[in-house]
C-alpha cells in the first residue's frame, strides 16, 4: 500500500514479482486495496503495473468505473475501460 500511494512502481513490481499473488487484492485498515490506491493518488505506472499481474479484479463491477471516473484523470478512465472491455 506504501509504495501504490508513493508511486514507487519499482517497488511494486518488485513486490509482485515475489509474491504469490496475496498482496495484490490484500486491503487496508480503509478496505482499499493497492489498485484502489493507485487509482486514488493517480499513479499510472503503478497502476499499469498492478494491471500486468492482475488476477483477481472483477472488471465488470462499477465501483472500478466510479473510482477512474472519480479520479478525473481520462488515461486512467481509458485504462480501466480498455480493462473492463477485455473481461
Do not use: W
Not at 472519480?70 to 475501460?81: A, H, M, V
Request: aromatic content about 12%; some cysteine.
Amino acid at each position: 500500500h506504501y509504495a501504490c500511494r508513493n508511486g514507487n512502481h519499482q517497488a511494486v513490481e518488485l513486490i509482485l514479482k515475489n509474491d504469490s499473488g496475496s498482496q495484490i487484492n490484500c486491503k487496508d485498515h480503509f478496505s482499499n486495496t493497492p489498485f484502489d490506491i493507485a487509482i486514488q493518488y493517480q499513479h499510472i505506472k503503478t497502476i499499469k503495473i498492478l494491471l500486468s499481474y492482475e488476477r483477481d479484479h472483477h472488471f465488470n463491477d462499477s465501483s472500478f468505473f466510479f473510482k477512474a471516473f472519480k479520479s478525473k484523470n481520462i488515461e486512467i478512465i481509458k485504462l480501466i475501460t480498455k480493462m473492463c472491455s477485455h473481461h
